[in-house]
């Protein structure tokens, strides 16, 4: 007896040796064939334009192709589930948004994919900021008038979204719930169907991405009062942040990132993240994110993993208190 259980201890052992070593020439070698970023959005949009900037200069770094692969549909779920079930070796990565990581975890608890368990964290590549759009007729110049504007005029104020769930909905329901001021949401079908409304009065206010307020500030139908992240856009310096207007350590950014599936070797991830580091540095695409109002970001895996996690419950608590729905 005592025989057999040290021979199955030494065949455990054997094998813990054969895949310790697999997995060191196996990174080693990598990537020795096409890499695989699956978007969670269709193509031509703001988040696919900016994965293919990724996998541009990423190709360039590896040596290896890099292709984007489109799986929109679910919240997020379709592309999620096919990194998250893709074999753990690198070479099929997740186009990871604030959207698949942080606020569809706080509005479907429920959801059979896991973010923190399902997929490991590579490293964090973009921060999205938005603006605070007023239409002209709203009596204040800046953060601190709106708000004491609603606040002597409860509910009179309203502010449109691209929809109830949206990343616009949410960051309207954290500014009302940071300012303590009572607005009304109004959702809309995306936000370029609420741009005319907002342009024309129908609504007072809207936080936008910077691409498609930005041509509508300087026209002057519309009025930039803060941009909604924790520090200035490069590509709007000129506006100041919603902290720096009034209200203290407000930060309402979206962010991409890229995870890999769960079990995927670390050393295959810091080549990874190494990669998005270089990136991050490189001054033509640092010119190319300008152009699309986003900011370039980078983290280890540990930082990503414990941004995400502070995210999902700072808009766990965001969706609880506003009492938000989706159908």
Do not use: C
Not at 19 to 28: D, E, H, I, K, R
Not at 29 to 42: N, S
Not at 233 to 260: N, Q, R
Not at 276 to 291: G, H
């Amino acid at each position: 007896m005592k025989r057999k259980f040290i021979k199955t201890i030494a065949s455990l052992a054997m094998t813990a040796a054969v895949f310790s070593t697999a997995t060191s020439v196996s990174a080693q070698t990598f990537p020795d064939k096409p890499i695989r970023i699956v978007v969670p959005f269709a193509a031509g949009g703001s988040s696919d334009l900016l994965a293919r900037s990724v996998a541009r200069f990423m190709s360039d770094g590896l040596k290896v192709p890099v292709i984007v692969d489109n799986r929109p549909g679910a919240g997020g779920v379709i592309a999620m589930d096919a990194v998250a079930h893709a074999a753990p070796d690198g070479y099929t990565v997740l186009f990871a948004t604030n959207g698949t990581h942080s606020i569809g975890p706080a509005l479907y608890p429920a959801r059979k994919i896991d973010p923190l368990k399902d997929l490991a964290p590579i490293g964090l590549l973009h921060t999205l900021p938005n603006i605070l759009l007023v239409n002209p007729g709203v009596p204040a110049k800046n953060v601190s008038e709106l708000i004491a504007y609603a606040k002597a005029n409860p509910g009179k104020l309203n502010f449109a979204s691209a929809g109830n769930g949206s990343a616009s909905h949410l960051f309207g329901e954290l500014f009302k719930i940071s300012a303590g001021i009572d607005i009304v949401h109004v959702p809309y079908k995306g936000g370029g169907a609420a741009m005319p409304d907002l342009m024309a009065g129908q609504v007072s206010m809207m936080l936008e991405t910077i691409p498609n307020a930005i041509p509508h500030v300087r026209s002057g139908k519309l009025n930039a009062l803060a941009v909604t992240s924790g520090k200035r856009s490069s590509a709007a310096p000129e506006i100041p942040t919603v902290a720096e207007s009034g209200i203290p350590g407000f930060d309402a950014s979206s962010w991409t990132g890229l995870s890999a599936p769960a079990g995927t070797p670390k050393a295959i991830i810091s080549i990874l993240n190494a990669e998005t580091v270089r990136i991050a540095r490189i001054p033509a695409y640092l010119d190319t994110l300008k152009t699309m109002g986003t900011d370039a970001t980078s983290s280890t895996p540990e930082a990503f993993d414990a941004y995400t996690r502070k995210d999902i419950a700072k808009w766990t608590a965001v969706v609880k208190k506003a009492n938000v729905r989706v159908e």
